[in-house]
């Protein structure tokens, strides 16, 4: 099985549009099509599962209400500026 956190990050090269550009990873030269090779070449035996979910479901929030301690909590605030993060891929990695 393959669990994929797909959307426009992973299979639209960093959000590109198309574009040639990601304002995340910069050229997407090397990313065009390679999400489409992998999904057309993975054997017929081997079931893919595809997740859109995430965008809408935070997370972090408890974190900044005061739940918890310790690195992952620290690590997990400055990774998100205090705030909170889109849950696509703990949302994958919960369907796997």
Same mark, same amino acid.
């Given at each position: 099985? =393959?669990?994929?956190?797909? &959307?426009?990050?992973?299979? &639209? ?6 574009? &040639?550009?990601? $304002?995340? *990873? ?9 999400? @489409?090779?992998? *999904?057309?070449?993975? $054997?017929?035996? *081997?079931? @893919?599962?595809?997740?859109l ?10 974190? @900044?209400?005061?739940?918890?301690? &310790? $690195?992952?909590k620290?690590?997990? @605030? =400055? ?5 909170t993060? $889109?849950?696509?891929?703990? *949302? ?5």
């Amino acid at each position: 099985e =393959i669990y994929y956190m797909d &959307g426009g990050y992973n299979f &639209g090269c960093g959000d590109s549009k198309g574009s &040639g550009t990601s $304002p995340w *990873i910069g050229s997407t030269k090397d990313c065009d099509g390679a999400a @489409q090779y992998v *999904i057309n070449n993975v $054997p017929r035996h *081997i079931v @893919q599962y595809f997740t859109l979910n995430g965008e809408d479901e935070r997370t972090g929030s408890r974190f @900044q209400d005061g739940c918890g301690k &310790g $690195p992952v909590k620290d690590a997990y @605030q =400055i990774y998100t500026n205090y705030g909170t993060r $889109p849950s696509w891929d703990l *949302i994958a990695v919960y369907f796997a």
